[in-house]
């Protein structure tokens, strides 16, 4: 695998930051500098600061995201995620949600279960609750669920269910960006909040604003079976 898979599913950082490291030659392989994008074993003597690299112990962590951060790894962004949350190891969100949302997200170190997770074709679910500018019909749930073309692409069929007259939920098995909000423009309505509430088993039920926890045992080994 390259040199930036392998830090990455060992959690160190991600594939970007590995081409920063090798660039300030802080990466030594066999006894010779790394590479930008060359091919490794697990078992090559691999350096990292004069430092053998080894597998970092895993994090899986559930974050209900406020409204106003942005899911980005830059730490030049003064409202980046990282930043936020401060915790002391490397992590990474799986997935976005956008800066104007809030709810939940998950972060971790676990490259290969996050790309699991992200796989569009596994038809992973997401629940959204969404509360629009206006009241809305039942051919607006209906036209929502059979898929709407944004952006070139026709969404794929949802499940949707309506709440009140101006809030309804939503589940999707994909991810496009700000697909929710381009979906329901399409009909003629804004979307005035918008809230994530469930990634596939993991609910945000007990996780205040800004405040995340570790995901349990029985959480885990759901997603290790995906």
Known sequence: MRINKLLSNYGYCSRKETNRLIEDKRIIVNGKLCTLGQWVEETDDILLDHQPIHMNEKIYLAFNKPIGITCTLERSASDN?????????????????????????????????????????????????????????????????????????????????????????????QGLNKQIRRMTKTFGYMVVSLQRIRILNISLDGIKSGTWRTLTSSELLFLHTL
Request: net charge negative; glycine share 6%.
């Open 81 to 173: 995620i990282i930043d936020f949350i401060d915790f002391n190891k490397y992590i990474f969100p799986v997935g976005r949600l956008d800066k104007a949302s809030e709810g939940l997200i998950l972060l971790t170190n676990d490259g290969d279960l996050a790309n699991k997770i992200l796989e569009s074709d596994n038809d992973h679910e997401k629940e959204y609750i969404v509360t629009v500018d206006k009241p809305f019909d039942d051919s607006f749930l209906l036209g929502m669920s059979q898929g709407v073309e944004v952006c070139g692409v026709q969404t794929r069929e949802c499940k949707t269910t309506k709440v009140s007259d101006i809030t309804f939920k939503i589940i999707l098995t």
